[in-house]
């Protein structure tokens, strides 16, 4: 079992910047390849940016690239989600959550995912 803890959510005005955080806890969190996925009130949840065990590789939403830069730190068991340049349509309930490692891309289908955290509410305002 993994567990996650989100935080860092909050409001700001359009162009500010917040950053979220995920801790994990229980299994090896370096076994894990990690993904934040979004998801605003009526719609399904989406995908925002995932980073391998190793922290080598980053894939990114198209709507976050250069916007969003996402890392890890195996020593403290956490990731990191800068948000720069906020937009109203970033508004949602953020989710961090954990896939079993492999080789190669971190995974972008919720589905891939084990475990996930409760979530953290980001509210960006014109």
């Known amino acids: 079992q993994v567990q996650l803890v989100e935080s860092g959510g909050g409001s700001v005005q359009a162009g500010g910047s917040l950053r979220l955080s995920c801790a994990a806890s229980?299994?090896?969190?370096?076994?894990?390849?990690m993904g934040w996925f979004r998801q605003a009130p009526g719609e399904e949840r989406e995908f925002v940016a995932s980073?391998?065990?190793?922290?080598?590789?980053?894939v990114y939403a198209n709507s976050v690239k250069g916007r969003f830069t996402l890392s890890r730190d195996n020593a403290k068991d956490t990731v990191y989600l800068p948000m720069n340049s906020l937009k109203p349509e970033d508004t949602a309930v953020y989710y961090c959550?954990?896939?079993?490692?492999?080789?190669?891309?971190?995974?972008?289908?919720?589905?891939?995912?084990?475990?996930w955290g409760q979530g953290t509410q980001v509210t960006v305002s014109s």
């Open positions: 959550a954990a896939a079993p490692a492999g080789s190669g891309r971190p995974p972008t289908r919720p589905y891939d995912y084990d475990y």
């Open positions: 229980g299994r090896t969190f370096s076994s894990y390849a």
């Open positions: 980073i391998s065990w190793s922290g080598r590789s980053t």
